[in-house]
């Protein structure tokens, strides 16, 4: 069984560029949720995707979007990056219905300078 | 809008002592699970304990057992018997059943197990 990767591991941005963050699922799983952890603290939540459709957002800005693929792996887009966008964005994947087993990844340090 | 409170930033004790991690929620919602997660220093987000809303029984996990009051909704973790490998970020987090089964986290007690 895969577990929950994401990719890349660490990024370096501008303020006002665009990022693509991207996780692949565990094995099995159809849902995937992102969540933004700033320094020091819990993460919070993002948006999750469903069966390829968004099933929830969090308090975020249109600028943060994001795709799920018919493999259920999934794309995080953050459009003109801003300094407090810096943080380690986590994915979690978990089998619709039984959401409360999420399994999280290892994360993406985003520094946006 | 739920929340999750953790009231102590920062804990240590020595190795094999006992020690509980404490938690405070509010929500209206009258099912829902609460959650203990690990975060050690590699980042990744690992699941301690789970705990259903509607069980009274306290969820327990080898060395790990909750606390659960749901009228004073606090949602204590007691770790027993600590080892070294138990040093990490610990954060409280809760779950609504209905809508989109997002994670509401706290804040996070950095917990170090001392040799």
């Known amino acids: 069984e895969t577990g929950v990767t994401q990719s890349p591991t660490h990024l370096i941005k501008t303020r006002g560029q665009q990022v693509t963050l991207r996780c692949s699922s565990q094995?099995?799983?159809?849902?995937v949720s992102w969540y933004q952890q700033a320094l020091g603290q819990g993460p919070q939540f993002i948006f999750q995707?469903?069966?390829?459709?968004?099933?929830g957002r969090g308090n975020f800005p249109p600028r943060f979007s994001g795709l799920q693929f018919p493999n259920y792996s999934s794309e995080l887009n953050v459009n003109a990056l801003e300094l407090d966008d810096s943080a380690l964005y986590l994915c979690?994947?978990?089998?619709?219905?039984?959401?409360?087993?999420?399994?999280f990844g290892p994360g993406t340090r985003l520094t946006v300078t | 809008a739920q929340t999750v409170t953790q009231s102590q930033p920062e804990m240590s004790v020595q190795e094999a002592e006992t020690v509980t991690l404490s938690c405070t929620y509010d929500?209206?919602?009258?099912?829902?699970?609460l959650f203990w997660y690990k975060q050690p220093p590699s980042r990744q987000m690992i699941l301690v304990i789970r705990q259903e809303a509607y069980k009274q029984q306290n969820a327990t996990e080898n060395r790990f057992s909750v606390n659960f009051q749901k009228a004073a909704k606090s949602f204590s973790l007691k770790i027993s018997d600590s080892q070294l490998g138990d040093t990490a970020m610990y954060f409280c987090a809760f779950m609504t059943v209905q809508g989109a089964q997002k994670l509401v986290f706290g804040q996070g007690t950095r917990l170090t197990i001392n040799p």
């Open positions: 929500t209206s919602e009258s099912n829902y699970y």
């Open positions: 979690a994947s978990s089998l619709g219905g039984l959401a409360y087993e999420q399994y």
């Open positions: 094995s099995g799983h159809n849902t």
């Open positions: 995707y469903y069966r390829e459709e968004e099933n």
